[in-house]
């Protein structure tokens, strides 16, 4: 009141702008949408997300598949595979997450005291995924560099996940990264265990 100015630059800004420097991965674009904004997609775009990835894995299924017959009446049968690649996939945001609460929980306990510190770093870290609605256009403008982009795609979230962390919890670059390093750690270990249980992950 003093001032007469607002302390969060981004209210007096078009969602446009807002949505621009989020994806430039600033922290103040983030700062505001996670603590001014009233966003309650949270539950939908997680599951929107792994829907997207459990039809790009279950797209490669079928593309490693050799029976093409249009008559196979087992190719509805198929379509369990892709509910299976959803549960693979949740299981793996899930371990994903852990990783990272056990990692902070375990570097920082005072930061996560109280069950409200604890959803405001949920919701953070499934907002900040939304990177992976990429892949349905990398999946439909297939092209011989889709790889690399399903790659850059996969870099493109651990970056924002990093940005939420940072302005969630108010910490340096450091800390956050060792979390999502922690995090990949049990992520790669539930896809081995998968692995070794026979399943394609």
Same mark, same amino acid.
């Given at each position: ?7 969060? =630059? ?27 904004? =009233? ?34 009446? +087992? ?37 996560? =005291? ?8 949920? =919701? ?28 850059? +795609?996969?870099?493109? @979230? ?8 940072? @302005? ?12 999502? +390093? ?7 270990? @539930? ?9 394609? @992950?």
């Amino acid at each position: 009141k003093s001032c007469q100015k607002p302390v969060d =630059k981004y209210i007096e800004y078009d969602p446009v702008i807002i949505l621009i420097n989020a994806i430039l991965c600033k922290a103040q674009a983030y700062r505001h949408i996670l603590f001014n904004t =009233k966003i309650n997609i949270h539950g939908k775009l997680c599951i929107f997300c792994l829907l997207c990835e459990a039809y790009l894995r279950w797209l490669q299924l079928q593309d490693s598949s050799q029976n093409i017959d249009p008559d196979d009446l +087992i190719r509805y049968a198929k379509e369990w595979d892709f509910y299976r690649m959803f549960g693979i996939a949740s299981l793996e945001q899930t371990s994903f997450l852990v990783g990272i609460f056990i990692t902070l929980w375990w570097m920082r306990p005072e930061m996560l =005291k109280t069950k409200s510190d604890f959803i405001l770093l949920f =919701k953070a870290l499934l907002l900040s995924s939304y990177g992976k609605l990429l892949l349905i256009p990398a999946v439909i403008w297939e092209h011989d560099y889709t790889p690399l982009c399903l790659a850059f +795609i996969k870099v493109f @979230v651990l970056i924002s996940n990093s940005q939420a962390i940072r @302005v969630t919890l108010n910490l340096n670059r450091m800390l956050p990264w060792l979390a999502i +390093i922690f995090g990949l750690i049990l992520e790669n270990g @539930v896809v081995c265990l998968f692995q070794k249980m026979g399943w394609d @992950v």
